[in-house]
């Protein structure tokens, strides 16, 4: 089992930046590719983008791409989200998951563990 774990979120200004990150329990952390997922209010959660599992590869969703950089590190078993240049639409409720898959990525039914999500406040 896999417990994942948020944090850095936070109100920012609009141009500004945050990085989020996502600590993970358990082993074998390098075997999941890790997501990140964002659910604005009464909006269906949308896919931000992934990593597989070395960090070899990342994909973005089109919203975020060139602003939005997922990165890794194994031996922390942490995920990490450094968003720059944020906008107001960036506000959501951020979450990381994780997928022993790559076939869909930015399907969530792909992922199975998911963490409690962290807020995220950009202002204009």
């Known amino acids: 089992q896999v417990q994942l774990v948020e944090s850095g979120g936070g109100l920012v200004q609009s141009g500004g930046s945050l990085r989020l990150s996502c600590a993970a329990s358990?082993?074998?952390?390098?075997?999941?590719?890790m997501g990140w997922f964002r659910q604005a209010p009464g909006k269906e959660r949308e896919f931000v983008g992934v990593?597989?599992?070395?960090?070899?590869?990342?994909y973005y969703a089109d919203s975020v791409k060139g602003r939005f950089t997922i990165s890794r590190d194994n031996a922390k078993n942490t995920v990490y989200l450094q968003m720059n240049s944020l906008k107001p639409e960036d506000t959501a409720v951020y979450y990381c998951?994780?997928?022993?898959?790559?076939?869909?990525?930015?399907?969530?039914?792909?992922?199975?563990?998911w963490g409690q999500g962290t807020q995220v406040t950009v202002s204009s």
């Open positions: 990593i597989t599992y070395n960090g070899g590869s990342t």
């Open positions: 998951a994780s997928s022993r898959t790559y076939s869909s990525p930015s399907n969530s039914r792909e992922y199975y563990y």
């Open positions: 358990g082993r074998a952390f390098s075997s999941y590719v």
